[in-house]
């Protein structure tokens, strides 16, 4: 908020660009930070100017406005793990290294020094240094612990604690394990020797590594095939990989991985060190109860007048065609997102201007109405037709009388002292009223409701002016909406309030039908065991069963309200099963057998049959779609492995 108050304090002199980025490892706290809603307590510690400026109300507590939020940039970071920001201008970690040791504390110093620019700041905490290496940072402010970035370039990130070839610690060799006796005589040297020989010469160069990748163990010379890149130290395979295998390496992994079965792909041309190679990549699940995969890189023969190798496959060129498209696509977008932008600043421009103006307009006409009605007055007062006039309202009282009579509302007229100045027939179904009661105080009547705060409220209304409205009980069970209002004289003047009653039986027995209808649907809905959902015409969820809710793993109150493609974080976000749920709210025709791949979060890809049925409306319209799901994982399983089992 401080640097959008100094930009548009500076706009003038220099145009500046901010960007802000807020990270942390937990992407709750993520989340709730993008949302930006804080409670109604920092009214306490937050400026009223501020609150005003940067700050919208919301139900329960204040939201960060818009343009306030779009530059901060929230993701989900590991500051040991992930790698670091660059050319940044301010560095912001507080309270974090208090909670490390000095080891950790001198490797993240260096992944700081490694994303600041020369001369960035970097500000810490109250009870935290930034070590006593000066020649990275030199101390600003000793109190509010702000440090300068040397001018320095900084040191290539590495990985502190690098796997060996075989993913084994140092201690196990055999040499620390037998100090004491000469190598020949050390148990299992010499068939550890001939392995070590064998695998070196007639196994092919291979890795295993777990299912992101990691290797754990090295056999044989594989720099032809992997290679490590510029910067820090790298143990995934998927990084590592040249060119010819950066697509096909993580492509047969996944397949792998799936099919619980050997993957081999043949014929890559993989850009060695030295020349062009043609090799054969095999991907091996390894048994046991860790997912580890065995990854053999077996080099074919190029035979002589074979031609050049190829240098890319036709699906990684159609790759980057797309990709290429992609990016083109996204840039227009951002353009005309740009544009539509300004045209909308400009239209909120001439739309406050042509609010002022109304304003100005309404004003003039208050104004206008104010002497219309003086003159009036005037002219009233040098009418010599009297008797004309009082004719007039003596008809137009006995008007009003019968108007009341006959509207079938309980009324009473109080003036300001609680006196009673008139009433309607009816009142005396909810105040014991007579004739003779004009011009007693309303305190003396007895009331017949279910209610002991009308005089509280009848004097709350007098001393705020503002009309109140609640549903009061009569002692023999009739319901009624008691409206108390000021009553206000031509001349805008307070005299007194009119409290109105207004049979509400009839509503009060339809929200009773409607909440006993809602209570037999959800039961009906419930009873089913396939996940059930209700959509609306804008396909947001309006009910759901209980199976659902288990299969989503989330419940009603989350549920409710949102958009089907952003259920359970856009699991059913697919083009194709939006396209044909439009089509049967549209043409009113149910769909049936129709499969779709649902990402659930403990059980992984299911196949689903979707079922959609369109609810009709009294008149004929549909206004809901009932849309109920069938897991037929096992049977399509089963189906495929029968055809396999017919095809063999």
């Known amino acids: 908020m401080v640097l959008h108050e100094l930009t548009e304090e500076l706009r003038d002199e220099r145009a500046f660009k901010v960007q802000l980025f807020a990270t942390d490892i937990d992407r709750e706290a993520v989340d709730r930070a993008r949302y930006g809603l804080y409670s109604a307590d920092i009214s306490y510690v937050v400026s009223p100017d501020r609150l005003e400026r940067h700050f ?34 301010l560095l912001c970690c507080r309270n974090m290294l208090i909670y490390l040791n000095a080891e950790l504390q001198a490797q993240i110093m260096s992944v700081f020094h490694y994303a600041l620019r020369p001369g960035g700041l970097l500000f810490l905490g109250a009870s935290e240094t930034a070590g006593t290496e000066r020649e990275r940072f030199t101390p600003l402010s000793p109190r509010w612990k702000i440090y300068r970035r040397g001018e320095g370039a900084p040191a290539p990130l590495t990985l502190e604690h690098p796997l060996n070839a075989g993913g084994a610690r140092r201690a196990d060799r055999p040499d620390d394990l037998f100090p004491g006796l000469p190598p020949s005589s050390r148990p299992g040297t010499l068939s550890q020797q001939a392995q070590t020989a064998l695998l070196a010469h007639y196994v092919p160069p291979s890795v295993v590594v777990n299912a992101s990748g990691d290797i754990l163990m090295v056999n044989g010379p594989t720099g032809q095939y992997l290679e490590l890149p510029l910067g820090r130290t790298l143990t995934n395979v998927f990084e590592m990989g040249r060119d010819g295998l950066r697509y096909e390496l993580p492509a047969a992994v996944r397949q792998a991985l799936e099919e619980q079965n050997e993957v081999v792909r043949t014929h890559l041309a993989v850009e060695g060190s030295e020349r ?35 240098e890319k496959s036709d699906q990684i060129r159609l790759l980057e065609r797309e990709l290429q498209r992609s990016r083109e696509n996204l840039q227009a977008k951002i353009e005309d997102m740009a544009v539509s932008v300004e045209e909308l600043r400009s239209t909120n421009e001439e739309l406050q201007t042509s609010n002022e103006e109304l304003q100005s307009s309404n004003e003039e006409l208050t104004t206008s109405k104010e002497e219309l009605q003086s003159l009036n007055e005037e002219l009233i007062t040098i009418n010599a037709e009297h008797q004309r006039v ?22 009473v007229f109080l003036g300001n002292d609680l006196t009673i100045k008139r009433f309607t027939p009816r009142i005396t179904r909810v105040i014991n009223l007579m004739a003779v009661d004009l011009g007693r105080p309303i305190t003396d009547i007895s009331v017949n ?17 503002e009309t109140l409205e609640l549903q009061v009980q009569t002692h023999d069970g009739q319901w009624y909406l008691m409206r ?21 039986d009839v509503i009060k027995a339809m929200e009773r039908q409607l909440r006993d209808s809602l209570t037999y649907a959800d039961g009906v809905l419930n009873s089913m065991q396939d996940p059930l959902l209700v959509l609306d015409a804008q396909e947001r969820v309006v009910a759901a069963n209980r199976a659902l809710y288990s299969l989503l793993q989330t419940t009603a109150p989350q549920l409710k309200g949102e958009a089907l493609q952003t259920v359970a974080h856009g699991a059913f976000d697919q083009l194709d099963l939006l396209t044909r749920l439009r089509d049967v709210m549209s043409s009113e025709r149910p769909l049936s057998s129709y499969v779709i791949d649902l990402t659930l979060p403990q059980l992984g890809t299911r196949k689903m049959k979707v079922e959609a049925d369109p ?19 096992a049977l399509l399983r089963r189906a495929v492995q029968e055809g396999e089992d017919l095809r063999g």
């Open 56 to 89: 919208q109300p919301q139900q329960g507590g204040y939201q960060v406005r818009p343009e306030i939020r779009n530059m901060v940039v929230f993701a989900t970071h590991n500051t040991f793990g992930d790698p670091p920001f660059t050319r940044l201008d």
């Open 276 to 310: 062009p190679r043609l090799i054969d990549l095999i991907v091996r699940p390894l048994p046991g109860p860790q997912t580890h995969l065995l990854i053999v890189f077996r080099e074919r023969p190029v035979t002589e007048g074979a031609g050049p190798l190829p």
């Open 390 to 411: 009082i004719s007039e309202l003596g008809q137009a009282n006995n008007d009003m009388k019968n108007l009341l009579d006959s509207a079938g509302i309980a009324t």
């Open 449 to 465: 409701l279910r209610y002991e705060h009308l005089t509280r409220d009848i004097k709350r209304v007098l001393d705020t002016l």
């Open 484 to 504: 108390i209002s000021p009553y206000r004289t031509s001349d805008n003047f307070i005299d007194g309030v009119v409290v109105a009653f207004t049979n509400v």
């Open 615 to 633: 609810i009709f409306s009294e008149d004929g319209h549909s206004v809901l779609l009932l849309f109920k799901m069938e897991d037929v994982t």
